[in-house]
């Protein structure tokens, strides 16, 4: 094993290298992703060293994109699929809802479609209209579809490895505006063995800051603003739990439960609008599972219910630690 400091990007680039060298039915297409190595240089160098056969430009046709990648996965492939921007997936939410999320039931589990779609979404980069969306709530509840978003380097590297491994269709979330942010990545030695032992499973959450007050559940890009809240209200005596929930779909409720028995406060943080985003399912589930610990009602911070807005206004839009140490204020004062 091999502790390396990457950021996000590197990681993610690190294990599609490593997927690609262990696995020959591995595959990578998108927009750009080859010669240019993506608007992210995440995919940069894998075209030179694969070659395009194994990682290549398409159309700019994101329903052709995930079209395509459907009849790899029913030939054997792996394909693992950029959506150069979040805004950009909707043209190919049809053949995902309607086609790779249901094909294993219809099927009845005979047929098998391991598709990965890397998504960069959320905001934070003063990009213009369509490049800054949150859509993870429309994907988490169409039922077959496995929805995760990593918040660190680590996560990116080893929950890609899993993601890429699983026989379900997997959309995997990258926090575009964390892409930069550097944290330590343990490396396993070369070949497809060692990257088996990944370090916990891809759908458990994880307690990124233990705390006795109160619970702060994130995923993604908030997880970095929850810590700083917790940073923050630790200078006022206030102890905050911080739950990096890791998957979107399937939830770990289990492990919100037993924070939440702890803490018996509970606020829920996610860049996506509020309303009926992925803090609502939380918000109800535990509230109907720690209804006799609870002492506050549990709270949601997030987007506000309109477009995202010009790349100049987006600050007052995206949850910061204000809002979030707002909500920790209102949850402690009952």
């Not at 309607?98 to 047929?111: D, E, F, I, N, P």
């Not at 169409?142 to 890609?160: E, F, I, R």
Request: proline letters at 7%; hydrophobic letters at 40%.
């Amino acid at each position: 094993m091999a502790v390396q400091k990457l950021p996000i990007a590197r990681a993610i680039n690190e294990s599609l290298r490593r997927a690609l060298e262990n696995d020959p039915k591995v595959l990578l297409m998108g927009e750009d992703i080859g010669k240019l190595g993506g608007v992210f240089r995440v995919t940069d160098g894998l075209q030179k060293d694969f070659g395009e056969d194994r990682v290549f430009d398409t159309p700019l046709a994101e329903s052709g994109i995930v079209g395509t990648a459907i009849g790899l996965a029913l030939r054997g492939y792996r394909p693992v699929v950029e959506i150069q921007f979040d805004g950009f997936v909707f043209p190919g939410y049809d053949q995902i809802v309607t086609q790779l999320a249901k094909m294993h039931a219809r099927s009845l589990g005979k047929v098998r479609v391991p598709v990965v779609i890397r998504i960069p979404y959320g905001g934070g980069i003063g990009a213009v209209e369509h490049h800054s969306e949150s859509p993870e709530a429309l994907f988490a509840h169409v039922a077959g579809l496995k929805v995760v978003s990593p918040s660190n380097s680590s996560d990116a590297y080893w929950m890609l490895q899993q993601a890429i491994r699983s026989d379900d269709p997997v959309i995997f979330f990258e926090p575009k505006r964390r892409y930069w942010d550097k944290s330590e990545v343990t490396l396993p030695e070369r070949g497809p063995a060692a990257d088996q032992a990944v370090p916990r499973d891809l759908h458990k959450a994880v307690v990124a800051r233990a705390g006795s007050d109160l619970t702060l559940v994130a995923y993604g890009p908030m997880v970095k603003v929850c810590l700083e809240a917790a940073a923050a209200a630790e200078q006022e005596g206030k102890s905050l739990e911080v739950l990096d929930l890791r998957s979107i779909s399937p939830i770990d409720f289990d492990s919100v439960q037993k924070s939440v028995e702890r803490t018996r406060r509970l606020v829920v943080v996610h860049e996506a609008p509020v309303f009926f985003g992925s803090g609502a399912e939380l918000a109800a589930r535990i509230t109907e599972r720690c209804f006799y610990h609870l002492e506050a009602p549990v709270l949601r911070v997030g987007g506000y219910h309109a477009p995202y807005p010009p790349a100049r206004l987006e600050d007052e839009y995206l949850p910061g630690l204000d809002r979030v140490l707002d909500a920790v204020d209102r949850a402690l004062a009952y």
